[in-house]
């Protein structure tokens, strides 16, 4: 591992200042993703700055209904969080599912948002990869691309976002506060990921030196009712193949609204418009939820591998539409 | 580049110079003698090097140790007192819950961890209802020791030790 320097912040603003002037310079969370990668040689910042004792460890139910949770809550914090666990259990299922129960006591807000792809060759430094040495190819292109991408991809890059929670973030509209050294900005979690496109090595629209500082949920009380469920190799402790979250309000049979997002899919956590569009006024029946799955899947791509993830998700959001709307009719 | 660090380690205070690159477990390990938590992975994928950190669980190869500057660590080494050990360690050598032993002081800080946990009333994945207090049965208590992989599969008298130690 290459020799670095390591602060930590005591504010925010010589913080960002500080990562900022230097290109080589890194934020450090609970460092589960980022110390994995510097050891595997795929990052190699000069300077770390640890920004776990910014005061931003808290949950806040805000006046106008909204919830902020600051960039270093614990994952597991935000799980037995009463306000998550009673207002967005899909949210708490969907941190749950992540990772360990040592992990996510480490694992923050802000850097599970921002961990990178599981793509193995994005992580193994001896194959080609573009998101990690653009222009170099993409080795799962022809190679192992079981958990790659079936919607959004390109012909550079067909990686999937390794996130649960930024799935149930999506679903919800959540909004990302970000603080730069140009002052803050709010950026909608749906539009936090990019697609892969030409750029890649661009995970998302982030520039380097800002600070997540926050994440807020917009008061949404039908998601008192919601799911996620995650589909995987084994039955705990693994990444998603498939993951589905949902919020659904049923009335006189009817769905009257729904949000769902999918995770496993895609190079971001992929918020099923067309699938809602198809949901919206239509009865709950299983052929609704069927035809729901077919309208997001429309345009999926799928490679050697990975061909399974059709049926697969479109078996589970069947199965989580099930059980959410037959909750809503008992 | 070095830098100073100090740290309770199983009740100890100690103070040591580490390159800021030395994660907490090696510094346990290797500059420290504290060799109760193990390397099996390295990356956060096996819960051999778990520790409690402040009071809770945590993989100790994933953090630097620059990073946990006055943290309060303790290792399943620790949690004996004098000969006597921790109801965990004690249910676990009760129920034959190791053969070689590699995984057992993680699998013992992570149950202790755990099931501290519980107490505060933490759901898993596998809790049905979010909002009621938890029962720890069998499946809930695989979910969460998920994070502590065995290779010798003892999983089963695992199991069975934890949820005696939690009566
Ligand atoms: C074995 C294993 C299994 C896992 N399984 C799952 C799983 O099933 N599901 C899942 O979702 N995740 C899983 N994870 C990933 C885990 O959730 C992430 O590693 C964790 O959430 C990252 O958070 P962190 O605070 O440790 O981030 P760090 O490693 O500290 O940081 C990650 C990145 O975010 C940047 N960063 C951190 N905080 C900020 C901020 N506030 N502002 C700007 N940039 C920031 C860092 O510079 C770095 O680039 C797994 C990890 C491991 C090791
Ligand atoms: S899918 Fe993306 S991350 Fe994986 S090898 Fe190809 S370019 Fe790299
Ligand atoms: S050595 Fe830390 S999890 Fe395997
Ligand atoms: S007892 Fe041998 S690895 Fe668990």
Redesign the pocket.
């Known amino acids: 591992m290459k020799p670095f320097d390591y602060q930590r912040a005591t504010d925010a603003d010589s913080a960002i200042a500080t990562v900022s002037r230097d290109p080589e310079a890194?934020?450090?969370?609970?460092?589960?993703?980022?110390?994995?990668?510097m050891k595997l040689g795929v990052?190699q910042p000069g300077k770390l700055v640890d920004?776990?004792r910014l005061p931003?460890d808290s949950v806040e139910s805000l006046p106008d209904g909204r919830v902020r949770i600051g960039?270093?809550v614990?994952?597991s914090d935000l799980a037995a969080e009463p306000v998550i666990r009673q207002r967005y259990p899909l949210l708490a299922q969907?941190l749950l599912?992540?990772?360990?129960g040592q992990?996510?006591n480490?694992?923050?807000?802000?850097?599970?948002?921002?961990?990178?792809t599981?793509c193995p060759y994005f992580q193994d430094v001896t194959t080609p990869c573009n998101k990690r040495e653009p222009g170099s190819g993409c080795s799962a292109l022809e190679g192992w691309n079981r958990h790659h991408a079936v919607l959004g991809a390109s012909e550079r890059c067909v990686a999937t976002h390794?996130?649960?929670?930024?799935v149930a973030l999506a679903a919800l509209d959540a909004d990302v506060l970000?603080e730069g050294p140009d002052g803050q900005r709010t950026v909608p979690v749906t539009e936090l990921h990019r697609l892969p496109g030409d750029e890649p090595e661009q995970d998302t629209v982030?520039r380097h030196g800002?600070?997540?500082?926050a994440v807020e949920l917009p008061p949404l009380p039908f998601a008192v009712r919601s799911r996620y469920r995650?589909v995987?190799d084994r039955a705990s402790?693994?990444?998603?193949l498939v993951s589905v979250a949902a919020a659904v309000e049923v009335s006189d049979g009817a769905i009257t609204e729904a949000r769902i997002a999918f995770g496993g899919l895609a190079h971001k956590p992929w918020r099923a418009t067309a699938a809602e569009r198809a949901l919206h006024g239509a009865p709950a029946t299983e052929e609704t939820f069927r035809a729901a799955a077919d309208a997001e899947l429309a345009e999926a791509e799928t490679l050697r591998d990975n061909e399974f993830k059709i049926p697969m998700t479109r078996n589970t959001l069947a199965a989580v539409l099930r059980e959410l709307t037959q909750q809503e009719g008992s | 580049m070095d830098s100073e660090i100090t740290l309770r380690v199983d009740g100890r205070r100690e103070t040591l110079s580490v390159d800021t690159r030395t994660t907490l477990l090696d510094a346990l390990r290797e500059r420290l003698g504290v060799t109760s938590p193990k390397k099996g992975c390295d990356?956060?994928?096996c819960g051999a090097c778990t520790v409690l950190l402040d009071g809770r669980r945590a993989?100790s190869c994933?953090t630097f140790a620059v990073a946990n500057e006055h943290s309060e660590v303790v290792t399943a080494e620790g949690l004996a007192e004098k000969d006597e050990p921790h109801p965990v360690q004690q249910a676990l050598l009760d129920n034959d819950g190791f053969q070689c032993g590699y995984c057992t002081p993680g699998q013992v800080c992570s149950a202790v961890g755990m099931l501290d946990e519980v107490k505060s009333g933490w759901p898993s994945y596998v809790t049905d209802d979010l909002e009621e207090p938890v029962e720890l049965d069998e499946d809930e208590i695989r979910e969460r020791m998920s994070?502590n992989l065995c290779r010798c599969g003892a999983y089963a008298n695992i199991v069975t030790a934890i949820r005696e130690a939690a009566e």
């Open positions: 890194r934020y450090i969370g609970g460092g589960t993703n980022l110390v994995d990668h990052t920004i776990t931003y960039a270093t614990r994952n969907a599912s992540g990772a360990s992990l996510r480490l694992a923050t807000t802000g850097g599970n948002l921002l961990q990178r599981r390794p996130s649960d929670m930024a970000v982030l800002e600070l997540v500082t995650k995987r402790y693994a990444f998603a | 990356h956060g994928q993989t994933l994070g």
